[in-house]
Every structure is written in structure tokens, then in C-alpha cells.
């Protein structure tokens, strides 16, 4: 706008004084793979869906205490629907499920994408980390996160254990190098005896 304001004629054309090369993040190479190579390869749908979610979606609809919710909160949203930054990417699968719910079964879809988490008390510290930048200035970090659903008439638990013995596959892992930990699940988002924590 100041360039048109001011008049593109007017700007004398020069050759830059500093030669800057563009590359990936490393993290955005890594979520292309998984994207491209684990998930959509596997026969799964992605889908993209807001940053913000309802409070509802992020904590009670998820049976999770809003108290013991990380998230950063939209002090004056328009709607009902962007009162946080949502925590899980869980509540979008899930709403996109229920838009979707006349098509035929199963449905397979994924996301992969950033959640907001708040930072607390001495974690605050300005810094880089997995590609997210910290600041005191926000109090929050953009975390990047995979999440599956796979629904069906009848249970699929083993289906999405495939899909991510297929994700540790393209990451350069064996499957003696992680432990799918069943107990140490706490998650009430997540059925009991169908809910594991992944241990490396």
C-alpha cells in the first residue's frame, strides 16, 4: 500500500545488499513426510480445521477437566465457536466426523498441525523449541501434533495401531524401539482398555 501510495515509478530498482537463501524448518520437512508418506499412503483423508475451538469442545465435550486445561483463551471472540486455542486436535476430527456422518463407512481422516499451549512460571523464557518460538511476550507455543480417527461399524483399535507402527516406519523407527503403554494412559477423552501412551 505505501509502495502504490507512493508511486511504483518512483522506486529506483537496485540489487538487494544481502543474499538470503530459503529452506524448510526441519520440522515442516518432517511433517510433509508423515503428511504424504505415513498418513495419506494409508489410505487416510486429511483434513484442516481451525485453531480455535469452542470452550466446550476443548475440555467438557472431551470429558477433561477445564480446570487442568492448557489453553489460551480468546478474550473477546465473536462466536461461541473461537473461545480458545484449542489443546488436542482431537475436537476437529471429531466435529468433521459428525458433518460427515452420511457417508459411507469407515471413514479414515487425519490432521497434523499446531496446538497452543500456555506456559507457566519459569518456563517462560524466550527460546526455540521443536521449531516453536517461545516468548514471555505471549506466555504460549505453538506445538506440532498428529491425531487419527478411524470410524467404522465395529472396533478399530488394531487399525490405528498399523497406522502409527506405519508413522514410526517412516521416522526411522523399529518396532522394538517403542512400547505402547495401556496403563499409563489417564486420558478420559479416550475409552478405557482402548487408550495407550506410546513410550520410545
Given amino acids: 500500500d505505501v509502495a502504490v501510495g507512493?508511486?511504483?515509478?518512483?522506486?529506483?530498482?537496485?540489487?538487494?545488499?544481502?543474499?538470503?537463501?530459503?529452506?524448510?524448518?526441519p520440522l515442516n520437512q518432517m511433517t510433509d513426510l508423515l503428511r504424504r508418506e505415513a498418513l495419506a499412503q494409508s489410505g487416510y483423508i486429511e483434513v484442516l480445521t481451525w485453531v480455535t475451538v469452542s470452550t466446550a469442545e476443548n475440555s467438557s465435550m472431551m470429558r477433561r477437566n477445564e480446570c487442568d486445561n492448557n489453553a489460551v483463551c480468546i478474550s473477546n471472540p465473536k462466536t461461541l465457536e473461537f473461545?480458545?486455542?484449542?489443546?488436542?486436535?482431537l475436537p476437529g476430527l471429531l466435529k468433521t466426523l459428525r458433518e460427515n456422518r452420511k457417508q459411507p463407512l469407515p471413514l479414515k481422516l487425519f490432521e497434523v498441525g499446531d496446538?497452543?499451549?500456555?506456559?507457566?512460571?519459569?518456563q517462560?523464557?524466550?527460546?526455540?523449541?521443536?521449531g516453536a518460538v517461545v516468548g514471555e511476550e505471549t506466555g504460549a507455543r505453538n506445538v506440532r501434533r498428529a491425531a487419527v480417527?478411524?470410524?467404522?461399524?465395529?472396533?478399530?483399535?488394531?487399525v490405528v495401531q498399523g497406522v502409527l507402527e506405519r508413522v514410526m516406519e517412516v521416522v526411522g523407527l523399529k518396532r522394538d524401539d517403542f512400547v505402547l503403554d495401556p496403563t499409563a494412559c489417564t486420558d478420559d477423552a479416550?475409552?478405557?482398555?482402548r487408550r495407550a501412551v506410546v513410550r520410545l
Fill in 6 to 25: 507512493h508511486g511504483f515509478h518512483k522506486i529506483a530498482a537496485r540489487v538487494p545488499q544481502v543474499a538470503t537463501v530459503g529452506a524448510l524448518l
Fill in 83 to 89: 473461545q480458545q486455542c484449542r489443546t488436542s486436535l
Fill in 115 to 122: 496446538v497452543v499451549l500456555l506456559e507457566k512460571g519459569e
Fill in 124 to 130: 517462560q523464557e524466550q527460546h526455540v523449541e521443536n
Fill in 149 to 158: 480417527v478411524y470410524c467404522a461399524g465395529s472396533a478399530g483399535f488394531e
Fill in 190 to 193: 479416550f475409552f478405557e482398555g
